[in-house]
């Protein structure tokens, strides 16, 4: 691999990156854009009082959860090893939960793990590329906020190892994981972040495709990662809302603000298509994991609810998706679009993106500068149980 492009402002003067407050009157509110709320599909991403948002989406999952806490599990499992493989059976079946207490075939549970580690590990390593701009934010009031997101993606991180843990794995061994190579994170975060537009992209583009891609998780087979993700996802709504306003206010600037918005959507398009994986005709995973409804739409079917949902919210920024074959196709009712380019894909999740090393390199380093704090931790842990026995 070449030189690795570092997260800096490559060429943009901090001057450029200043905010305009000269916005058009009336225009903040995005919804009021639009002659009717259901013309705009930021409704439909954030919620409103018109039709079912994703937020909705997620309401119903969470009223599904507690229905399926306090269900009658009458019918259990007898012991033997048929009985407990018809009962979990039952249980997906049935669209109930399964929860830590009940016996799950190995192939499941290792599948879980899995993915919930690399998620998990995803939204800890995502916190570099934007953590980059906390100290280059243009506005205390952007800082502040950047803070909070930044923060958010560190407690998704904690409540996704917790869930992960639950399967019998320890943090510690996921961590260890991450860091000799075993596990992945996602694609998307090893890309740079080269302006302060990109963090508007983050926030619109990759954001936005991990709630879509999210939201379905949170009705997921498995208790544990179904409410981790009801929590991640209501947090995640109000960061994609933050980046579509980032971006909003850059395409409403001067001219260089916005050929700095649409740069950015230019470079973050592609990776955000491909962080919902391979096609599905080359995922290994989606079969099995869907018969499990552990994912309940497959990687093609989510990438096009992600293109769809963009379109008409790229027209309230005013910018264009880098896509000169994007158009709509009456016939599925879907828009037609570009793939991204899955050899990259595969290039950056095997480690050869253009920032994998450094980000790699970053995580290493935090991780030997916190074992003090690991070493402390433990050693007055150790001192109050002495105390207590
Ligand atoms: N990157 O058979 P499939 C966020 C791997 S969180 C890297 O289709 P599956 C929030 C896949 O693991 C973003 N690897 O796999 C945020 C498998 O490899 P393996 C993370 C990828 O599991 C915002 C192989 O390719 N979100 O953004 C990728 O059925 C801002 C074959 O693929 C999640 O993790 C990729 N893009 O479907 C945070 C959501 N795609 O394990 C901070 C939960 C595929 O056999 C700042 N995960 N691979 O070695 C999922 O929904 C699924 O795991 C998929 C992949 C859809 C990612």
Redesign the pocket.
């Known amino acids: 691999m070449g030189s690795v492009p570092r997260d800096e402002p490559s060429g943009v003067s901090l001057s450029r990156v200043a905010e305009t407050d000269q916005r058009p009157p009336g225009r903040e509110v995005l919804h009021m854009l639009a002659p009717q709320a259901s013309d705009c599909n930021t409704c439909v991403v954030y919620g409103d009082d018109v039709g079912q948002s994703l937020l909705d989406q997620v309401e119903d999952a969470e009223r599904e959860l507690r229905a399926a806490a306090e269900a009658d599990r009458a019918g259990g499992p007898d012991g033997s090893d048929a009985d407990l493989q018809r009962y979990f059976d039952e249980v997906i079946a049935a669209d109930q939960k399964i929860e830590p207490r009940d016996w799950i075939p190995e192939a499941y549970r290792k599948g879980l793990v899995?993915?919930i580690a690399?998620?998990a590990h995803?939204?800890i390593i995502?916190?570099q590329p934007?953590g980059n701009w906390i100290s280059r934010a243009p506005s205390l009031k952007r800082k502040a906020i950047l803070l909070a997101k930044v923060q958010d993606?560190a407690g998704h991180g904690l409540y996704l190892y917790a869930a992960a843990e639950t399967l019998g794995v320890a943090r510690e061994e996921l961590v260890q994981m991450l860091l000799d190579g075993r596990q992945?994170y996602?694609?998307?975060f090893n890309y740079p972040t080269l302006t302060w537009a990109d963090i508007g992209a983050?926030g619109w583009l990759?954001?936005g495709a991990?709630i879509v891609?999210?939201v379905p998780?949170c009705r997921c087979s498995y208790g544990p990662y179904a409410r981790a993700m009801i929590r991640i996802c209501k947090e995640?709504s109000f960061?994609q809302r933050q980046g579509f306003e980032i971006l909003y206010t850059l395409a409403n600037g001067t001219g260089a603000q916005r050929r700095m918005a649409q740069d950015a959507v230019d470079r973050w398009w592609y990776p955000s298509l491909?962080?919902?994986?391979?096609p599905d005709t080359a995922?290994?995973?989606?079969e099995q994991?869907m018969a499990w409804k552990i994912?309940r739409f497959s990687?093609d079917d989510l990438r096009q609810r992600f293109v769809d949902m963009c379109v008409q919210q790229a027209s309230v920024l005013g910018l264009a998706i880098p896509d000169p074959d994007l158009r709509w196709n009456a016939e599925r009712g879907s828009y037609d679009f570009t793939d991204p380019d899955y050899d990259e894909?595969f290039r950056v999740?095997k480690g050869n993106g253009p920032c994998n090393r450094q980000r790699m390199a970053y995580r290493h380093r935090a991780y030997d500068d916190g074992a003090w704090v690991r070493e402390a931790a433990a050693a007055h842990a150790a001192k109050r149980r002495a105390e207590a026995a």
């Open positions: 899995r993915q690399q998620h995803s939204e995502g916190m934007e993606e992945k996602s694609s998307i983050i990759v954001d991990a891609n999210q998780l995640e960061h491909a962080m919902f994986g391979p995922s290994t995973h989606s994991s994912k990687n894909l999740i």
